[in-house]
């Protein structure tokens, strides 16, 4: 069985990085076709992919954010982590991690997890 | 970016209706389309993916289907568990862009 885990702060002060672990279990991140993608919802909005990693570290990142965001892996850890600099009052919203095989959407998801920026 | 066109944005409609979602991509994006399912407070759940295979545990009456550049999901008919919004999702090129939503109510 797939599950994954998100974790970090819940409030971060604008200018601040977010550091966020998406911590899984039930599939390995060096297994040829995995990745872990983050994605990201505005409260009252539609979700919005940020980044994904695959296991051959292949990494790919939205755009519009390509300089803020950094994703990286440990796999023997089991584990992603996802770093947003310069946190700004509109990255407020509620932050997942899912699971994906190649040519498949994503598949399974994290609870999410609620992050705030305020000052 | 690709754009993804959800619609209609909200939708309300009686048990057991034929209820029909679409997604226009603004390039072609051949089959790489994925459908979710959200319920409020709730993690998105994929029903769908390369735009008509039933993901493992997803019930019959949702079906996806394409048209050139165009989506669809139906629910067959439709039940008081399906009251959600529904979005698409394109994974062919990145970014991977998804809909504004679909919000289905039970009248």
């Known amino acids: 069985q797939i599950t994954l885990k998100e974790s970090g702060p819940t409030l971060v002060k604008p200018t601040q990085t977010l550091t966020l672990t998406c911590t899984f279990s039930g599939f390995s991140l060096s297994t040829s076709g995995v990745g872990v993608g983050w994605i990201r919802q505005p409260p009252g909005e539609a979700p919005e992919w940020l980044a994904v990693v695959h296991w051959n570290d292949a990494n790919h990142y939205r755009s519009s954010l390509k300089s803020r965001l950094t994703v990286t892996k440990d796999t023997s850890k089991n584990q992603v982590v996802l770093t947003m600099t310069n946190m700004d009052p509109v990255d407020t919203g509620t932050y997942y991690c899912?699971?994906?095989?190649?040519?498949f959407g994503l598949g399974v998801w994290g609870q999410g997890t609620t992050v705030t920026v305020s000052s | 970016d690709i754009q993804m066109t959800q619609s209609p944005s909200t939708l309300s409609t009686s048990v057991e209706d034929r209820v029909s979602i679409t997604c226009r991509a603004s390039q072609s994006i051949d089959s790489w389309l994925a459908w979710y399912q959200q319920k409020p407070g709730k993690a998105p759940k994929i029903l769908i993916s390369?735009?008509?295979h039933l993901e493992s545990g997803v019930p019959s009456r949702f079906s996806g289907s394409e048209s050139g550049t165009e989506f669809t999901l139906t629910i067959s008919s439709l039940q008081p568990d399906d009251s959600a919004s529904y979005y698409c999702?394109?994974?062919?090129?990145?970014?991977?862009?998804f809909g504004q939503g679909t919000k289905v109510e039970i009248k």
């Open positions: 390369k735009a008509s």
């Open positions: 999702q394109q994974y062919h090129s990145y970014p991977w862009t």
């Open positions: 899912a699971h994906r095989q190649v040519a």
